[in-house]
């Protein structure tokens, strides 16, 4: 790739892989308190599966670069930048714009890789990461000994989630399909065959008394079972709804029907708690106050990865100019871990 090339991947519409764009042009330049990152990993995560369908609740409109987060090197600072940070790897949560050799972002948006950690190692855990870390320990607050329900605890989300918990203390109960409870139950996880069991008769099975915390990104009807499923003091913790991915009609109803749900539970009088969790809340009320809890918990995310809490899971890792071939293969199903996009 050229040094003086940028190359992104442009999302024209309602596509399907195969029609996503490469584009070529002049790497940006930084503007005051900006930084140009040089994109060392970048990765395909639920949102852009939604975003491709149209789905995501608030994707910008087509044409546009997609891309949650990347992890890359600081190639150039603008004005009132310390020129020291060229050369140093950072992370970055984008929402969009990550599918790109070359990024312009707000210097204040920057969180360091801490040294020993690769740079597909960083991108697995960057949004993944910073979603389970916030919702285990800034919503739900689990503590040693609770037990917990985690939605699709192979997932991108779940799997970091299942590993965080249990670095916790908690015990964790895991739904999945059957391929992957053999490696969940060496992981010290109880699974749930999502596909052939009943889930709430079997986790009051498990916790008669109910479970202190649930992870559900399914939505639809499986947040009124997850709700059902707390025990007292338990918390709720929904952060998507993936059972209405393929559906017509409205983005934005599935999380509107989220929203008046936890509002009315938490309205009710009972000692349980509902969230619906939004890893952007916030920014647009105090950004620095944003930022700052950004790269104080996503840095404790990339402890826990040095410290082993948490593994990288890579499941393939594939030239950014086969972005096509990426998301096929991360709508599959047929992969455990985060599929990579590298310059």
């Not at 190639?75 to 930048?81: F, I, K, R, S, Y």
């Not at 917990?148 to 991108?156: E, P, Q």
């Not at 007292?232 to 559906?247: C, F, I, K, N, Q």
């Amino acid at each position: 790739m050229n040094a003086a090339e940028m190359v992104e991947v442009v999302l024209p519409g309602k596509v399907e892989p195969e029609e996503l764009q490469v584009r070529r042009g002049a790497v940006p330049t930084a503007g005051p308190g900006q930084v140009v990152v040089r994109m060392e990993a970048t990765g395909v995560s639920f949102a852009e599966q939604q975003m491709r369908r149209g789905r995501y609740y608030d994707q910008p409109p087509f044409p546009f670069v997609p891309g949650y987060d990347l992890v890359g090197t600081v190639a150039a600072t603008g004005e009132g930048v310390d020129a020291d940070l060229i050369g140093t790897r950072v992370a970055v949560l984008l929402k969009v714009g990550g599918w790109a050799s070359h990024v312009v972002v707000d210097a204040a948006d920057l969180v360091p890789v801490p040294e020993g950690i690769g740079a597909a190692e960083a991108e697995t855990v960057v949004i993944n990461g910073i979603t389970a870390w916030q919702m285990l320990h800034r919503k739900a607050r689990v503590r040693a000994g609770q037990t917990v329900l985690v939605h699709g605890a192979n997932g991108g989300v779940g799997s970091v989630l299942v590993q965080l918990a249990q670095a916790a203390g908690a015990h964790v109960i895991g739904t999945a399909s059957a391929r992957h409870h053999a490696a969940l139950r060496e992981e010290g996880v109880t699974p749930i065959d999502y596909r052939t069991e009943d889930i709430p008769t079997r986790v009051r099975q498990l916790a008669p008394g109910g479970v202190d915390a649930v992870f559900d990104h399914v939505g639809g009807r499986s947040i009124i079972d997850s709700w059902r499923l707390l025990a007292p003091g338990g918390t709720l913790v929904s952060y998507g709804s993936a059972s209405t991915r393929d559906d017509d009609g409205s983005k934005q109803w599935p999380v509107l029907k989220l929203l008046g749900r936890v509002w009315l539970w938490n309205a009710l009088p009972n000692r349980r708690r509902a969230y619906f969790f939004n890893v952007w809340a916030g920014r647009a009320l105090n950004r620095r106050r944003f930022q700052n809890r950004l790269r104080t918990d996503l840095t404790e995310v990339f402890e826990a990865l040095r410290r082993g809490d948490i593994s990288a899971r890579v499941a393939a890792e594939l030239p950014l100019t086969q972005a096509a071939e990426a998301m096929r293969l991360a709508e599959s199903g047929t992969v455990a871990g985060k599929v990579v996009l590298h310059a």
